[in-house]
């Protein structure tokens, strides 16, 4: 690297200025002019302050911050928010490692994953502080020690999973929960005669038929449908670090039907769901002209299933889960779903996989028929 960008002022693509350090500006690409100085009595609660303070606008979902805002809280309950942080030693984190690992859940204890997104998150802040000039040196997380993380299950059906439960299974397999297709036309049924506004069938039905999360729901706007080429771009966040992507999703007969009657009837603002009056229910009861809120979207999901038989589908996630089910089950080849769906993870993969029964066949049969 020092070489690269020694020929790089030399070429003059890279220029020096004046008085800095030049090891420092070498080694950093140009980026310091002079050798960071850690400041010695940077708190914990500090540094979390100063990096969302400086978060430029539109880098993390707000799912992320929240979500990045709860490890902080965990990390200040056991290390203390005035714990110096350039202090911070793997003895430190080991120790947090184990004390996190021991407390209590609905489920048991803290899980092994869950801890290792602590971790990462404090990782992610500490270089952001190293990077600022705030804190010097490497994260120290090498060689720690974790509790053995439990694989997720993979996705079942209802009956599966009541039959489990019924053996004193835990309640929460109903995250694992996927509809058979004929179970899903039932519940988008259901969805259609009990929901309160016209907003809600149709952004179901997308949901159930493209396999959308429910911020790319919120996200999505009219521009997005293309009924010539009959094709759904969904708009992501996630999955290329650092820049907005998309996804391209062939729009099916059922929901060209389902659109085509929304945007009849469509408001006529940017967003695909929405509503012209105030939303009530929700903690920021406000026209949804400017987008639905996370919270909206969740009110308005259990709405037309609470009381019901289908309020065991805990969220917007099932009917992804059930989409991508779907798909597995009737032997669509895993490129093309992850291509619709996005997905990246192998463990992500994997809870799908027993759903292949050609593919799985067609193995079996290659060594024994």
């Known amino acids: 690297r020092v070489e690269e960008n020694i020929s790089l002022i030399e070429s003059g693509r890279l220029q020096l200025p004046a008085g800095s350090d030049l090891m420092t500006f070498l080694l950093s690409d140009g980026k310091l002019n002079k050798k960071p100085v850690a400041k010695a009595s940077l708190t914990l609660s500090a540094l979390f302050t100063e990096f969302f303070d400086r978060l430029p606008a539109g880098t993390l979902e707000e799912t992320s911050i929240a979500t990045m805002k709860i490890h902080q809280g965990h990390l200040e309950r056991i290390l203390g928010k005035r714990f110096v942080v350039q202090g911070l030693s793997q003895d430190d984190l080991q120790r947090y490692v184990t004390k996190r690992s021991k407390q209590r859940t609905r489920n048991g204890t803290v899980a092994g994953t869950t801890i290792k997104k602590e971790i990462v998150t404090l990782g992610t802040v500490w270089k952001w502080g190293v990077g600022s000039g705030q804190l010097r040196g490497g994260f120290p997380n090498q060689n720690l020690k974790m509790p053995k993380a439990k694989e997720a299950p993979v996705f079942q059906t209802r009956d599966q999973i009541n039959r489990q439960i019924a053996g004193g299974a835990s309640l929460d397999l109903w995250d694992a929960l996927y509809l058979s297709m004929a179970e899903i036309e039932q519940l988008l049924e259901h969805v259609r005669i009990a929901a309160s506004l016209p907003f809600i069938y149709p952004m179901f039905a997308t949901a159930a038929y ?74 920021k009861s406000k026209p949804s002209t400017d987008g639905l809120t996370k919270d909206q979207a969740a009110h308005f999901f259990r709405q037309p299933l609470e009381g019901s038989e289908w309020s065991v589908v805990k969220g917007w996630h099932c009917l992804r889960h059930s989409f991508i089910s779907v798909c597995a089950s009737k032997g669509i080849d895993q490129r093309m779903i992850d291509e619709w769906v996005g997905h990246t993870s192998e463990a992500t993969r994997r809870r799908y996989r027993h759903l292949f029964p050609s593919s799985q066949r067609n193995a079996m049969a290659s060594l024994f028929d």
């Open 210 to 283: 493209t396999g959308a999360r429910r911020s790319e729901l919120i996200r999505s706007q009219l521009s997005d449908i293309d009924l010539d080429e009959r094709v759904f771009t969904i708009r992501e966040k996630k999955r290329v670090r650092g820049s907005f992507s998309n996804r391209r999703v062939p729009i099916s007969k059922p929901l060209e039907t389902v659109l085509l009657k929304w945007l009849a009837v469509h408001p006529g603002t940017n967003f695909t769901f929405c509503h012209r009056e105030p939303i009530l229910h929700s903690r």
